[in-house]
């Protein structure tokens, strides 16, 4: 016969605390993590034509692909861009891709 010890109210009430910390944190980690990435591309200088590449040295999965393209994409919006991006998985780093002006090709 298994003696199992019956689970509390205090201690689910714990665990429940716990969970809700937990998600807490986790919001608070996206929030900071959109301020980074806003403050990142304000340093890029972002011209209208130029698109975004994000590159990243991990695979990723396609979870993960979409929520950095929401959050890339939030930021963008919050700061009135209208730029297209991309994403590439498997080297960290953003560049700024701009079209060559017309006037540069001639030459």
Do not use: H, Y
Not at 23 to 50: F, T
């Amino acid at each position: 016969m298994i003696n199992k010890r019956p689970t509390t109210l205090p201690e689910r009430e714990k665990r429940r605390l716990a969970r809700e910390a937990e998600r807490d944190r986790k919001l608070a980690e996206k929030q900071i993590a959109a301020l980074q990435i806003v403050g990142e591309i304000n340093k890029l200088d972002l011209q209208p034509n130029d698109i975004l590449i994000l590159t990243t040295q991990w695979g990723l999965t396609k979870s993960q692909v979409d929520e950095l393209r929401e959050r890339l994409g939030a930021a963008l919006a919050q700061m009135g861009c209208t730029n297209k991006f991309i994403i590439l998985t498997s080297g960290l780093r953003m560049e700024v891709l701009r079209p060559e002006k017309p006037e540069a090709a001639a030459n």
